[in-house]
């Protein structure tokens, strides 16, 4: 057929690839090549670094610096932040994206916004809010004096900061996915007599269910890594109101390097896993549509 240089298969059948989009094997190498060189430098480089200059002194080194009661207390801290955050967020996530893909109601438009307005407003500015809100001088400051009610400076103040920029992830997964998946399952259960709880136990949870997993991932890595509106709302109190990423920050700025590189390698850790444990999630997920689409 003249035009055509080329065959591929795509989904189950075979298809004529025309010539226009056929590449020379060189090209395809060429930018291969850039795209791996490109991420080995700024990417890869940087993680090899971080263990190299953790371990520079030796495992005894790196291994003390885990039982300092400062990086204990920051580790602690980081878990509890996450562990309170991530479910908040998986509530919020999962009513936001269901109420806008199976509810028509004024104003979908505006929470679609509000729940992207975290990736558009800096993790400083976020802190400073809460701080203009709950500082000693702010709008809600002199109450929460009187009634001794810390929130900046404490443990709530650090979660909601961590709320507040973490709450899109989980949402931003969800929508697009269900309405993909659209309404015609639920309305089928209605029709049965089936009830709001049960069509969401049997129905939209199990069709949901990688995607939220998926959300919940990534949600968990930004609650944990989260430095700049942390950094605000903390008052960098050794001891009790440092996370893992302040820990480092003070770390680093007393030429403790080893022990800033040892932390530091805790949130590499915690990165590569959270990849891993995304790709088996999304491999999973994309296994599952195949096996639909069959």
């Known amino acids: 057929m003249a035009g055509y240089v080329a065959t591929v298969k795509i989904g189950s059948g075979v298809k004529d690839r025309p010539k226009h989009i056929t590449e020379p094997a060189v090209v395809k190498w060429i930018l291969i090549a850039i795209a791996i060189a490109f991420l080995g430098f700024l990417l890869v480089l940087p993680l090899i670094s971080v263990f190299v200059e953790a371990f520079r002194k030796g495992s005894e080194v790196y291994f003390k610096a885990f039982s300092d009661p400062d990086a204990a207390a920051a580790i602690r801290l980081t878990l509890m932040t996450a562990a309170i955050a991530v479910p908040l967020n998986l509530v919020f996530g999962v009513a936001a994206a269901w109420a806008i893909t199976k509810f028509k109601f004024k104003g979908k438009n505006i929470l679609i916004t509000l729940i992207d307005l975290p990736f558009a407003?800096?993790?400083?500015?976020?802190?400073?809010?809460?701080?203009?809100?709950?500082?000693?001088r702010g709008w809600f400051g002199p109450w929460l004096g009187e009634h001794d009610i810390k929130i900046i400076f404490a443990l709530p103040g650090i979660v909601l900061a961590t709320v507040f920029v973490t709450?899109?992830?989980?949402?931003?997964?969800?929508?697009?996915?269900?309405?993909?998946?659209?309404?015609q399952e639920e309305e089928a259960a209605v029709t049965l007599g089936a009830k709001g709880w049960r069509i969401f136990w049997k129905i939209t949870l199990p069709n949901i269910k990688w995607g939220l997993l998926y959300g919940i991932i990534l949600c968990n890595a930004r609650a944990m890594g989260e430095f700049g509106a942390v950094s605000v709302v903390s008052g960098h109190i050794r001891g009790s109101t440092n996370t893992v990423p302040l820990h480092i920050q003070i770390l680093y700025n007393e030429y403790n390097f080893a022990g800033a590189f040892a932390m530091a390698s805790l949130l590499v850790l915690l990165a590569i896993i959270t990849l891993v444990v995304k790709s088996v999630i999304e491999w999973k997920f994309n296994g599952l549509k195949q096996q639909e689409g069959e």
């Open 121 to 136: 407003v800096s993790p400083v500015i976020s802190g400073l809010i809460y701080v203009l809100l709950f500082g000693a």
């Open 167 to 183: 709450f899109p992830f989980v949402a931003r997964e969800l929508i697009p996915l269900m309405q993909a998946q659209g309404v």
